[in-house]
T-cell receptor, first 111, second 111 residues
């Protein structure tokens, strides 16, 4: 069955370190999205991609970057982790129906 | 004013109750309206999807969209403890695959 996976599921890091969160989908979807979910803020869009080599900034993109070298993967990089980036990160993909399929999430703690 | 407003609750009801969840929005360009359900420590999953105005029913769930009032609702009949989750509304405009989410309402159905 097609699925979307995220790794790691939990991560503890220190401020200033570079962190990369992986997202892999086997739906063959063109569209992929990264969100962060925080209490009181709901889901906020960080970056998104509509296809290979396409990336776009979302609502809260400062301090984050993505690159899309193939259809299946959209890794999210925190250039220099900050405590404000402690959050739960969700990756999602869609095939153009606006039904986004979400991964299980990555819990990131920045100390 | 945020584009999508949703009372974050929490909401606690007895089993069998009718639950009403609501969102308001300010962007008249929104054409696609969705409700996602998110269980604790899981990713959101699509529950209901409506295009433009009107009602849609699926089992115990009914989604309503009133574009003139910029107001959407999700009704859950005969609520069950298994309905305990966070419910997020989401919206999208024509030509955009991006979703704008409400903050989510945490619902608990007590047996």
């Amino acid at each position: 069955d097609a699925e979307i996976t995220q790794s790691p599921r939990h991560k503890i890091t220190e401020t200033g370190r570079q962190v990369t969160l992986a997202c892999h989908q086997t739906w063959n979807h063109n569209n992929m999205f990264w969100y962060r979910q925080d209490l009181g803020h709901g889901l906020r869009l960080i970056h998104y991609s509509y296809g290979v080599h396409d990336t776009n900034k979302g609502e809260v993109s400062d301090g984050y970057s993505v690159s899309r070298s193939n259809t299946e993967d959209l890794p999210l990089t925190l250039e220099s982790a900050a405590s404000s980036q402690t959050s739960v990160y969700f990756c999602a993909s869609s095939g153009g129906s606006r039904n986004q399929y979400f991964g299980p999430g990555t819990r990131l703690l920045v100390l | 004013q945020k584009e999508v407003e949703q009372d974050p609750g929490p909401l606690s009801v007895p089993e069998g109750a009718i639950v009403s969840l609501n969102c308001t929005y300010s962007n008249s360009a929104f054409q696609y309206f969705m409700w996602y359900r998110q269980y604790s420590r899981k990713g959101p999953e699509l529950l209901m999807y409506t295009y433009s105005s009107g009602n849609k029913e699926d089992g115990r769930f009914t989604a309503q969209v009133d574009k003139s009032s910029k107001y959407i609702s999700l009704f859950i009949r005969d609520s069950q403890p298994s309905d305990s989750a966070t419910y997020l509304c989401a919206m999208s405009g024509r030509g955009s695959e991006k979703l704008v989410f409400g903050k989510g309402m945490k619902l608990t159905v007590n047996p």
